[in-house]
């Protein structure tokens, strides 16, 4: 947990990308991003634009987006990015097998920025227009998603996990075109910590300014001009963590802090997550939760999207609700949301889904916070959503569906779970 922290919550890409732009307009040196999806159309094409402009003026910019949730860039702008500078890398492309390989199944579904070593996002949303959606086509009101705007310590370690993944993404890339030597320089580079500093370094050699700007500042400054608390989602001087899930030395770091904050929990629970199949030890503290008098209440997408997601998530719907737990279903549009806020002290904002491939399998990355005023916040926001567009659930009436419809859901739950265990996994 560091000190120091200014965050403010950005509603959608109507907010995230107007701020990115914003950012990455105003770069000197280095713009990073990370996505899962981008998709070259709507009100995503400025943030496109943007990183061009960028690489045009000099700036080194890196982008990379994962191979399942981009499959393809279009020809005009892997010619643009390439033309400008923008180094584009793809994280684990499928190949000809694709998802038949389970080793395919993690990917890069965390959405980070970080520009300058200055100012930094985390969140849920990729780059595509609120109103473009991958499976369901054009939604009539714009999808429920959350970012948040960094800066302060907290950045650092943003930029930190950024630079390791870039450096193993280029030593695979050299090991496959067999300049061995390349790649072991390039895995060295992921072994010590504050490599960007080193970078930012010799950037800045060639151009004689300053690199005093990517430090950390000491506890209780603030990076970002004072105007920017002044909105109703933003604070000064929070304590907070960036929290990750990866594959190799943060296997259980999310689900831990979700655990230890519900187990903790006195009064009040609020969950808005977009594919919420949570794993045994999830439910149980839930349950727990609910049973000590809590309220728990949870506001999950609704809309029926893939076969797996919508299924398997109703047997668990019905135990939840049979424990006393709230299950609203946001009713307005797609809900695509990954944040949390538990007795108004504890809060987390980013790309983790509580469900298998999120928490067993994808990289991820969400920002935890026990600022209670970004927390009181937060949860006034979310409570005034369950109870404008929230449809609430009925045990009985979920329960009471027709038989078929019940016998796939317990199918698909069945399906799920016996796909973990081949693959090595419990959950």
């Known amino acids: 947990m560091h000190s120091g922290n200014q965050l403010l919550l950005l ?17 000197r040196r280095v713009v990073h991003l990370e996505t ?11 943030v496109a634009q943007a990183l061009e402009r960028a690489a045009q003026r000099g700036v080194l910019v890196r982008l990379v987006i994962d191979g399942v949730g981009t499959p393809r860039v279009p020809d005009e702008w892997k010619k643009r990015f390439a033309q400008a500078g923008v180094r584009l890398r793809v994280y684990a492309p499928l190949g000809r097998l694709g998802l038949l390989i389970p080793s395919r199944w993690r990917r890069l579904h965390r959405k980070l920025c970080v520009v300058d070593g200055t100012v930094g996002f985390c969140g849920g949303i990729n780059i595509i227009d609120d109103q ?12 429920l998603d959350f970012s948040l705007r960094v800066a302060g310590p907290l950045v650092a370690d943003m930029v930190e996990t950024m630079e ?45 300014r300053d690199t005093g700007a990517h430090h950390r500042k ?15 989602l933003g604070v000064d001087n929070a304590r ?43 439910r149980r503290a839930l349950l727990m939760a609910a049973q000590r008098g809590v309220r728990v209440r949870l506001l999950l997408h609704g809309k029926y999207e893939h076969f797996m997601q919508y299924r398997a998530a109703r047997p668990v719907y019905q135990t939840l609700l049979g424990g006393g737990i709230e299950i609203h279903e946001y009713a307005t549009s797609a809900l695509h949301a990954k944040v949390a806020v538990i007795d108004q002290r504890w809060a987390t904002v980013g790309s983790t889904n509580l469900d298998p491939l999120s928490l067993l399998l994808a990289r991820e990355a969400n920002v935890m916070t026990t600022d209670r005023r970004f927390s009181a916040l937060l949860h006034r926001w ?10 609430q659930l009925d045990a009985q009436v979920l329960g ?16 799920m779970r016996a796909t973990l265990f081949l693959s090595g996994h419990r959950y």
């Open 218 to 232: 000491p506890d209780g400054e603030s990076s970002l001009p004072a105007s920017l608390s002044d909105g109703p």
């Open 132 to 143: 473009d959606d991958v499976a369901l086509g054009r939604l009539a009101a714009p999808r």
């Open 164 to 208: 390791q993944l870039w450096w193993r993404l280029q030593a695979v890339r050299k090991a496959r075109q067999r300049e061995f030597r390349a790649a072991w320089e390039a895995l060295r580079e992921t072994m010590p910590v504050g490599d960007f500093s080193r970078l930012l370094a010799r950037l800045e050699a060639g151009s004689g």
């Open 11 to 27: 509603v959608g890409g109507a907010e995230l990308f107007p701020a990115l732009v914003d950012a990455m307009d105003a770069a």
């Open 240 to 282: 907070a963590a960036l929290l990750l899930r990866d594959n190799v030395s943060h296997r259980h770091d999310i689900e831990r802090a979700y655990l230890k904050a519900i187990g903790e929990s006195r009064h009040d629970v609020m969950i808005a997550n977009a594919y919420f199949v949570p794993g045994r030890k999830l």
């Open 400 to 415: 009471q569906r027709p038989w078929h419809q019940r016998l796939l859901d317990r199918l698909a739950f069945g399906v």
């Open 36 to 46: 899962y999806i981008f998709e070259f159309a709507g009100s995503a094409l400025g």
């Open 382 to 391: 979310l409570a005034d959503v369950v109870e404008r567009e929230g449809q």
